[in-house]
């Protein structure tokens, strides 16, 4: 049975002013590179070392990464030699198309699959984990989707609470216990009442994590093994709440909650407040898995669907009108 039944009225595809909201709230990242990039190649130059230097120099700052400027770069100077790019103006369009190609093979519809789809949200405290699961909520709910939660962040005070006012908002049920309780067992309890209820989709919250906190990466794994009891292909979706800010450290938390629990997806959040919004494509080039969400502000409808092409033109836009 497909999980989505209807259309949202609420979605942005085609809707007038979506890229504009986009570009305004990408506008640090917009900044650190379309506009720092239209200064070098809005006037019309000849492509040379230094053109190529100070466009380089322009992309690290922007905190895209060294392998992935790499990357970009001999892709320019491969279409520079090929005469395929001819002067400066030129290079700002192969850079669109360029950037357009990394950032695709990471825009992949959220996963269709029976009921209940159990997703476990992952990442450290401060990424936006709890909010990023309060506005998937709204998100679901808003396509016809049965949504249940459980409160699975035992660790942080009031996480319980967040949620469930989240949860209120989106007409959806809790399932948690007092702070301290096992997670798993809340985990566990959540997915027999999910089956029970006929939910579309069980959103499981967790304590937020740094890769140094043995004991909390070890639940993790115990998570997993209780939730496949009831459903051996539990959980569905392993999705990692990425704080764009923090530039090319996101690849590091990816890097060991990868490896303790098999990420199968992400959302980067956090993008409306920081130049370093270049991460997204070192993110993509790096590891190629699902973008599903990014997060723009602190609005609900500001939780979005990753969209590569808005995203580009959000930050450089065609034309060269940066």
Known sequence: MALFRRASPKDGGGKPGVLARLTERLANTRQ??????????????????????????????????????????DEVNRRVSRREIGDSVAVYAALRTILLDILTPCAK?????????????VGVNGAGKTTTIGKMILYFRERGLRVLVAAGDTFRAAAIEQLT????????????????????????????????RSADILLIDTAGRLHTQSGLMDELGKIRRVLARLDPA?????????????GQNALAQLEHFHKAIGVTGLCVTKLDGTARGGVLFAIAKKTGLPIYFLGV???????????PEAFVDAILPAGNDA
Request: proline content about 7%.
């Open 32 to 73: 650190a590179l379309g506009q720092n990039l239209a200064q070098l190649l809005r006037v019309r130059r000849p492509v040379d070392a230094a053109l190529l230097e100070e466009i380089e120099t322009t992309l690290i700052t922007a905190d895209l990464g060294f392998e992935t400027v790499s990357v970009i770069m």
């Open 109 to 121: 519809p959220w996963p269709q699959g029976a009921p209940p789809q159990v997703v476990l949200m």
């Open 165 to 196: 006012t989240w949860a209120e908002r989106g007409e959806a049920s809790v399932i948690s216990q007092p702070r301290g309780a096992d997670a798993a067992a809340v985990a566990h309890d959540a997915l027999q009442a999910a089956q029970a």
């Open 234 to 246: 539990a959980p569905h979706e392993v999705i990692l709440v990425l704080d764009g800010g923090i």
């Open 297 to 307: 502000g602190e609005g609900e409808e500001d939780l979005r669907p990753f969209d």
